[in-house]
Protein backbone atom coordinates (compact mmCIF):
# COMPACT_ATOMS: atom_id res chain seq x y z
CA UNK A 1 0.00 0.00 0.00
CA UNK A 2 2.42 2.48 0.99
CA UNK A 3 4.55 1.40 -2.37
CA UNK A 4 1.57 2.50 -4.34
CA UNK A 5 1.13 6.05 -2.36
CA UNK A 6 4.98 6.53 -3.08
CA UNK A 7 4.36 5.44 -6.92
CA UNK A 8 1.18 7.40 -7.40
CA UNK A 9 3.30 10.67 -5.57
CA UNK A 10 5.66 10.26 -8.04
CA UNK A 11 3.84 10.16 -10.91
CA UNK A 12 1.98 13.28 -9.64
CA UNK A 13 5.22 15.33 -9.45
CA UNK A 14 6.62 14.34 -12.42
CA UNK A 15 3.77 15.01 -14.46
CA UNK A 16 3.92 18.54 -12.47
CA UNK A 17 7.27 19.14 -13.45
CA UNK A 18 6.94 17.94 -16.88
CA UNK A 19 3.83 20.43 -17.57
CA UNK A 20 6.38 23.36 -16.00
CA UNK A 21 9.30 22.28 -18.00
CA UNK A 22 6.65 22.34 -21.02
CA UNK A 23 5.30 25.78 -20.04
CA UNK A 24 9.12 26.97 -19.92
CA UNK A 25 9.88 26.09 -22.92
CA UNK A 26 7.08 27.82 -24.58
CA UNK A 27 7.68 31.25 -23.13
CA UNK A 28 11.37 30.82 -24.00
CA UNK A 29 10.28 29.66 -27.84
CA UNK A 30 8.40 32.56 -28.12
CA UNK A 31 10.05 35.08 -27.03
CA UNK A 32 13.38 33.95 -28.80
CA UNK A 33 11.50 34.15 -31.89
CA UNK A 34 9.79 37.13 -31.37
CA UNK A 35 12.19 39.16 -29.78
CA UNK A 36 15.53 37.43 -30.30
CA UNK A 37 17.21 37.24 -27.30
CA UNK A 38 16.33 35.57 -24.27
CA UNK A 39 14.50 35.95 -20.71
CA UNK A 40 15.21 36.37 -16.92
CA UNK A 41 11.83 36.69 -16.05
CA UNK A 42 8.12 36.19 -17.71
CA UNK A 43 4.33 35.39 -17.06
CA UNK A 44 3.07 33.24 -18.98
CA UNK A 45 -0.77 33.18 -19.26
CA UNK A 46 -2.19 29.81 -21.05
CA UNK A 47 -5.68 30.61 -21.68
CA UNK A 48 -6.58 27.17 -22.45
CA UNK A 49 -5.91 26.02 -19.10
CA UNK A 50 -6.49 29.25 -17.43
CA UNK A 51 -3.90 29.75 -15.20
CA UNK A 52 -0.30 31.98 -14.88
CA UNK A 53 2.74 31.31 -14.23
CA UNK A 54 5.53 33.51 -12.97
CA UNK A 55 8.53 31.87 -14.41
CA UNK A 56 12.36 32.90 -13.51
CA UNK A 57 15.72 32.01 -14.47
CA UNK A 58 14.08 28.72 -16.11
CA UNK A 59 12.03 27.66 -12.99
CA UNK A 60 8.11 27.90 -12.57
CA UNK A 61 8.23 30.05 -9.52
CA UNK A 62 4.23 30.16 -8.81
CA UNK A 63 1.21 29.29 -10.39
CA UNK A 64 -2.18 30.98 -10.01
CA UNK A 65 -5.95 30.16 -11.25
CA UNK A 66 -6.93 32.77 -13.36
CA UNK A 67 -9.92 34.20 -15.58
CA UNK A 68 -9.07 35.92 -19.19
CA UNK A 69 -12.43 36.93 -21.17
CA UNK A 70 -15.79 35.35 -21.41
CA UNK A 71 -15.99 36.61 -25.14
CA UNK A 72 -12.73 35.20 -26.16
CA UNK A 73 -9.61 36.15 -27.46
CA UNK A 74 -8.83 38.64 -29.37
CA UNK A 75 -7.54 42.48 -29.45
CA UNK A 76 -9.90 44.86 -31.24
CA UNK A 77 -11.63 47.86 -29.22
CA UNK A 78 -14.42 47.63 -27.31
CA UNK A 79 -14.76 43.53 -27.90
CA UNK A 80 -14.14 42.87 -24.65
CA UNK A 81 -11.30 40.12 -25.78
CA UNK A 82 -8.45 38.73 -24.20
CA UNK A 83 -5.64 40.10 -26.15
CA UNK A 84 -2.75 37.03 -27.31
CA UNK A 85 0.91 37.53 -27.59
CA UNK A 86 4.22 39.33 -25.82
CA UNK A 87 3.11 42.13 -23.60
CA UNK A 88 5.10 43.96 -20.77
CA UNK A 89 4.06 45.69 -17.48
CA UNK A 90 4.25 49.18 -18.08
CA UNK A 91 3.19 50.30 -15.26
CA UNK A 92 1.94 49.21 -11.73
CA UNK A 93 -0.87 50.77 -9.37
CA UNK A 94 -2.62 50.08 -5.97
CA UNK A 95 0.78 50.05 -3.22
CA UNK A 96 -1.53 51.62 -0.47
CA UNK A 97 -5.00 49.92 -1.72
CA UNK A 98 -5.98 47.56 1.11
CA UNK A 99 -7.27 43.93 -0.02
CA UNK A 100 -10.42 43.63 -2.05
CA UNK A 101 -10.37 47.69 -2.30
CA UNK A 102 -12.16 48.80 -5.58
CA UNK A 103 -10.12 51.13 -7.71
CA UNK A 104 -11.78 53.11 -10.23
CA UNK A 105 -9.77 54.73 -12.81
CA UNK A 106 -6.70 53.17 -11.11
CA UNK A 107 -7.57 55.13 -8.05
CA UNK A 108 -9.26 53.96 -4.89
CA UNK A 109 -11.58 55.80 -2.90
CA UNK A 110 -12.54 53.69 0.05
CA UNK A 111 -15.05 51.40 -0.99
CA UNK A 112 -14.11 47.47 0.03
CA UNK A 113 -15.93 45.25 -2.07
CA UNK A 114 -17.76 42.06 -1.01
CA UNK A 115 -15.96 38.76 -2.44
CA UNK A 116 -18.27 36.16 -4.39
CA UNK A 117 -16.71 33.02 -3.86
CA UNK A 118 -19.49 30.68 -5.19
CA UNK A 119 -21.39 31.30 -8.98
CA UNK A 120 -22.50 34.64 -7.55
CA UNK A 121 -21.79 37.19 -9.94
CA UNK A 122 -20.64 41.15 -9.36
CA UNK A 123 -23.04 43.31 -11.40
CA UNK A 124 -19.59 45.80 -11.99
CA UNK A 125 -16.40 44.39 -13.80
CA UNK A 126 -14.73 45.30 -10.40
CA UNK A 127 -10.73 46.04 -10.45
CA UNK A 128 -9.60 45.47 -7.10
CA UNK A 129 -6.10 45.51 -4.61
CA UNK A 130 -3.63 45.90 -7.37
CA UNK A 131 -3.20 46.34 -11.24
CA UNK A 132 -0.12 45.43 -13.24
CA UNK A 133 -0.96 47.78 -17.05
CA UNK A 134 0.04 45.40 -19.46
CA UNK A 135 1.64 47.10 -23.41
CA UNK A 136 1.71 45.22 -26.62
CA UNK A 137 4.92 44.21 -27.83
CA UNK A 138 3.72 42.80 -31.10
CA UNK A 139 2.48 45.77 -33.98
CA UNK A 140 -0.46 44.48 -35.25
CA UNK A 141 -1.34 42.08 -32.80
CA UNK A 142 -1.56 43.89 -29.93
CA UNK A 143 -0.14 47.14 -30.76
CA UNK A 144 -0.94 49.74 -33.16
CA UNK A 145 -3.94 51.74 -33.65
CA UNK A 146 -7.70 49.96 -33.09
CA UNK A 147 -6.04 46.69 -31.44
CA UNK A 148 -3.51 48.68 -28.76
CA UNK A 149 -3.50 46.47 -25.36
CA UNK A 150 -2.23 49.68 -23.38
CA UNK A 151 -4.73 51.72 -25.14
CA UNK A 152 -7.58 49.29 -24.19
CA UNK A 153 -6.84 49.03 -20.54
CA UNK A 154 -5.82 45.35 -20.40
CA UNK A 155 -4.76 44.54 -17.30
CA UNK A 156 -4.09 41.51 -14.38
CA UNK A 157 -5.71 42.75 -11.80
CA UNK A 158 -7.80 41.68 -8.10
CA UNK A 159 -11.11 40.55 -8.83
CA UNK A 160 -14.71 40.49 -6.70
CA UNK A 161 -15.51 37.11 -8.54
CA UNK A 162 -13.15 34.54 -6.95
CA UNK A 163 -15.45 32.08 -7.59
CA UNK A 164 -15.19 32.21 -11.45
CA UNK A 165 -12.00 32.07 -11.36
CA UNK A 166 -10.38 28.90 -13.62
CA UNK A 167 -13.15 29.59 -16.26
CA UNK A 168 -13.08 32.76 -18.55
CA UNK A 169 -15.49 35.55 -16.92
CA UNK A 170 -13.28 38.78 -17.52
CA UNK A 171 -14.22 41.51 -19.82
CA UNK A 172 -11.28 41.33 -21.23
CA UNK A 173 -8.41 41.60 -18.49
CA UNK A 174 -6.17 39.02 -16.45
CA UNK A 175 -8.35 38.44 -13.33
CA UNK A 176 -6.27 36.80 -10.38
CA UNK A 177 -7.47 35.97 -6.65
CA UNK A 178 -6.91 39.85 -4.17
CA UNK A 179 -4.42 37.99 -2.12
CA UNK A 180 -2.63 36.33 -4.96
CA UNK A 181 -2.31 39.95 -7.12
CA UNK A 182 -0.95 41.83 -4.04
CA UNK A 183 1.94 38.89 -3.42
CA UNK A 184 2.82 39.24 -7.46
CA UNK A 185 2.43 42.76 -7.44
CA UNK A 186 5.96 43.00 -4.49
CA UNK A 187 7.56 40.92 -7.12
CA UNK A 188 7.17 41.94 -10.60
CA UNK A 189 9.05 44.96 -11.89
CA UNK A 190 8.02 47.70 -14.52
CA UNK A 191 8.79 45.94 -17.56
CA UNK A 192 8.32 42.20 -17.01
CA UNK A 193 6.95 40.77 -20.02
CA UNK A 194 4.04 39.06 -19.94
CA UNK A 195 2.80 36.30 -22.67
CA UNK A 196 -0.84 35.13 -23.21
CA UNK A 197 -1.22 32.22 -25.06
Not at 4 to 14: G, S
Not at 173 to 185: A, G, Q, S
Request: aromatic share 10%; net charge positive; proline share 2%.
Amino acid sequence: MIKRILLITFLFFALACFGQEQMIEIAKNYIENKCDKSFDEVLLVSVKDQKMYHIKQGEVLSEYVISSSVYGEGSKDGSNKTPLGLHKVKSKFGDKTPINGKMIGRVFYGKITTIYTGNSKSKTDDVLSRILWLDGMEEGLNKGDGIDSYSRYIYIHGTSEEGQLGKPASHGCIRMKNKEVIELYEKIKIGTLVLIL
